[in-house]
């Protein structure tokens, strides 16, 4: 049954394709919000919004009939004979600049304006890397994206800021293009005359691109499709370019395609707001990406039609406020009440999202990432006014962009950061407090790295200013005044510091509040060596700036933690917390402490879908554009894989399971599907795994829901860690560094060797005499300490690198190790070691524990698990073991891998060897 309407749906949306081939626009006059939330959800093409004033949509003759029938009452307002003729109107006058013209404009201004003008090729157009690839369908899209640098100086990069002017990224929008060139030729017009524009085009560096989107313009411009939006992706990879007829294939939306947020938008190749199969996978929006990269940009305006708005950051979600909310509603506001509307007189300020929330825009990305004041034209009524209005539309929009190319000029701090030693420029990140920590996340605000100036853009009043750079002396300001008079000048001279500050702290477990041995406590990404909490779960991090750190914490059989703590002298104690790892089967009927929940619903514990076991984990029960989502963090030890199974009942096509990986998506599924395997790879280090179930049409089927059973963690066979050592102290080589080798597997594994690649700096391992090959039993961990042995007086600052590798029948694995101070090293040997079984940690334990004990001199060594009747449960170890310290994980399990009940066991440690004789039995207890 359902088949044959799916069949007669396909019959009719042809036939009324082929009779009804146009597209027109319609408008819903003094539209209610609701409207537009349900026309985004349902997939129709948004052609504007004005709140209170119309909603426009692009909609078939079919899309048309189907509201007439739903009681919609609206009327046409744009055909596509009117859009042909409007483009064309009067070819005379200036009508609507095609690829070949724009260009030659362009070359035109840098001829006459070589001082102050210079055109840059900032990259190629989707189509021409087809071209050049050899696909001749694609030579009359040899396209590039060009940029028109305006400033006095322009060959060189000066220290002033820049300020970016972007069109049409959207095909049907030409209108945009010709605001830019109009907003160009009056500058450059105005140079030498104007005093004002003047002062700007010398004392900053004003780029205008204005044509992001040159294929698509091409298919608007020759008439291919008067409504086309994307660039000309070839997204069916059939080597041709599908923009005609009924659900074209082709295109990426490129206000979708930048990376900040981005995967929100439409996965569909067909919809109008495709979003590509990666953040920045257009060249398009690379070339965007690569221009905002090169300059310090500060503000910027990107322009769209239609809708008479104007609209700043953030723009991803509903309500999101950015940090700088107040000065960028502002700035907003004073653009559009400059630009005369046909409507309430004035062009609109508004947060993006107010128009309507959408994922991958340049706003967002130029905010989030830089800072940069970014901000959406949405120009005129329609898309292609006719030509006779363009100039007229042009004028209106002059005002605008001048105001922001002097908004440097007031309510705004700048200055330089210098070395107070060197005066050299520095890198600091300039921190406003009641600014950088409220609103939504985004970077911090750098200062530029080449010349250490900054601007910020703030509204009038006193604000309290930090400078904050890595190896430098924090320095605060207090009552810094900002005016609308002029612009605040401060230069800050940063003293460089000493690396004195040392930090403490325990790692416990968040559900018990045990303290966790063995833990490991990282900073990454500043050459710091990671230390190891002891068995009171206590670290130690010496030589540290003061300096807002992430501290990344984790240990074996936690979830990580990930942590900012602005390290300073009186600020010098951190804590940390982890969560014991969920198994990823369920069954415990609960979800461990390391599961997070986000979106609009957390997933719950369901026992009546499961791969296996009695339970799984269910999405939550989410409606329309919502989401329901579950993750955990870990450190991987080592290369490995992480795998599950997963059982969708959606919508297809259009409600998924989706599955990232640091933000990564990794794939997606919709539509009925059993359980099924997943498997992906996943690199050593820190990783957040995320399971998101999204809803995004007004349609529902199946359940509407995802599950997910039989995790399996990437923790592989056998791990070495931590994966890197770092030697900074003669201490430290002195006492050597630990490292570990654990078998996670449940058979035993053949440890064959430890060498070194020993090319570097003489170091040796502490491994108390230990022979190979060595059967590492399992759960077992074997402790190493690695120590520099001899005088190094010769070595110099300079970093220097080694490898140590583990082989093992299991493969072979490795730990960078290096050191980068000078050194003096010594030949103590190894300390000796006692006997001693220290027990289980923790005890009560749920479900796994861990026994520690050391011996003086290799024996023959066995520890054994017996029950109350003095029954043997399970032996953990039977065989010869070096001396040093030893530990073993219980997993809870007898010797047929079954669970054991709660209650009260018994574990023996018998040495029995030449010279060496043993015995101690600790009672444990296991607590469910
Ligand atoms: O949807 C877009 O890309 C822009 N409108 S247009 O009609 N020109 O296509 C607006 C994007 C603005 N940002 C947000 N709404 N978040
Ligand atoms: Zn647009």
Known sequence: MKYKIFILLITLTVISNIIFADSFVIRFDNPKKYLVTNFVLEGYDIASYKPGIYLDLVVDQQEYENLISQGYSMRITQTEQQLSSNLNAGTDLAGYRDYDEMLADLQLYEALNPDICKLYDIGDSRAKTYSDAGNANYDDYYHDIWALKVSDNVETEEDEPSIYYLAEHHAREPISLEVVMYFLDHILAQYGTDPTITDNINNSQIWIVPLVNPDGHKIVTSEIDLWWRKNICDNNENGMIDVNGYNPADGVDPNRNYSWNWGGASTNWSSETYQGTTSFSEPETQAIRDLLSEHHFIAGLTYHSYGELILYPFGYADGVVAPDEAALSDLAVAMATSIPGMYSGNYTPQPGWALYPCTGTTDDYSYGTYGIFGYTVELATEFIPNANQVAGICEDNLQAPLIMLDRINHSSLQGHVTDADTDDPVQAEIFIDGIDDTGEFRNPYLSNQEFGSYYRLLTDGDYT????????????????????????????????????????????????????????????????????????????????????????????????????????????????????????????????????????????????????????????????????????????????????????????????????????????????????????????????????????????????????????????????????????????????????????????????????????????????????????????????????????????????????????????????????????????????????????????????????????????????????????????????????????????????????????????????????????????????
Request: a negative charge; proline letters at 4%; aromatic letters at 14%.
């Open 465 to 928: 200013v930090q400078f904050i750079a890595y190896g430098y002396e924090p320095s605060i300001y207090q009552n810094v005044n900002i005016n609308s008079t002029n612009s605040t000048i401060l230069d800050v001279a940063l003293n460089p510091a000493t690396a004195d500050i040392t930090v403490t702290g325990v790692v416990t477990d968040v559900d018990t509040g045990w303290p966790i041995e063995g833990a490991v406590v990282e900073i990454p990404g500043y050459n710091i060596p990671s230390v190891t909490t002891n068995v009171a779960g206590e670290y130690e991090i010496n030589n540290l700036y003061a300096y807002p750190y992430d501290f990344l914490v984790y240990a074996d059989g936690y979830a990580s933690t990930m942590e900012n703590v602005f390290v300073s002298s009186t600020n010098n104690v951190a804590d940390f917390s982890l969560a014991i790892l969920d198994d990823g089967t369920f069954e415990s009927g609960e979800f461990a402490s390391s599961w997070n929940f986000d979106g609009n619903q957390p997933w719950f514990i369901d026992s009546t879908n499961m791969n296996s076991g009695s339970y799984s984990a269910c999405s939550g029960n989410v409606y329309d554009d919502q989401t329901s989502k579950m993750y955990f963090s870990m450190y991987v030890p080592n290369d490995d894989v992480i795998s599950f199974y997963y059982k969708v009942s959606s919508e297809e096509d259009y409600d998924y399971l989706r599955f990232y990986i640091d933000g990564e998506l990794q794939d997606m599924w919709s539509g009925n599907v059993d359980w099924q395997e997943a498997v992906f790879n996943v690199e050593t280090g820190n990783h957040t795994f995320l399971w998101e179930y999204y809803k995004d049409g007004g349609v529902s089927n199946g359940y509407d829901c995802a599950w997910i059973d039989d995790i399996v963690l990437p923790i592989s066979a056998w791990s070495l860690t931590p994966s890197s050592l770092a030697f900074l102290t003669i201490e430290d080589c002195i006492d050597g560094l630990q490292f570990s080798v654990i078998n996670n597997s449940d058979s035993e594994i053949v440890l064959d060797d430890i060498t070194s690649s020993g090319t570097e700096f003489p170091w040796f391992i502490d491994s108390f005499n230990m022979t190979f090959p060595y059967n590492l039993s399992v759960g077992e961990q074997l402790d190493f300490l690695v120590k520099v042995a001899l005088p190094v007086e010769n070595l110099s600052r300079e970093i220097l690198t080694d490898q140590l590798y583990v082989q093992s029948d299991n493969g072979q694995k490795h730990i960078d190790l290096s050191f980068d101070d000078e050194l003096v090293g010594n030949d103590d040997l190894p300390n000796s070691i006692s006997t001693e079984f220290m027990g289980n940690y923790p005890n009560p334990f749920n479900p796994t524990t861990t026994f520690k004990f050391s011996i003086s001199t290799s024996a023959k060594t066995s520890l054994n698990i017996y029950n109350m009747k003095g029954q043997l449960v399970k032996k953990l170890i039977n065989k010869e073991l070096p001396a040093g310290i030893h530990t073993i994980k219980w997993n809870g399990k007898d010797m047929n891998s079954r669970n054991v009940s709660s209650g009260i066991y018994f574990s023996t440690l018998d040495i029995d060897d030449e010279g060496l004789d043993y015995t101690s039995t600790k009672k444990i207890i296991l607590l469910k």
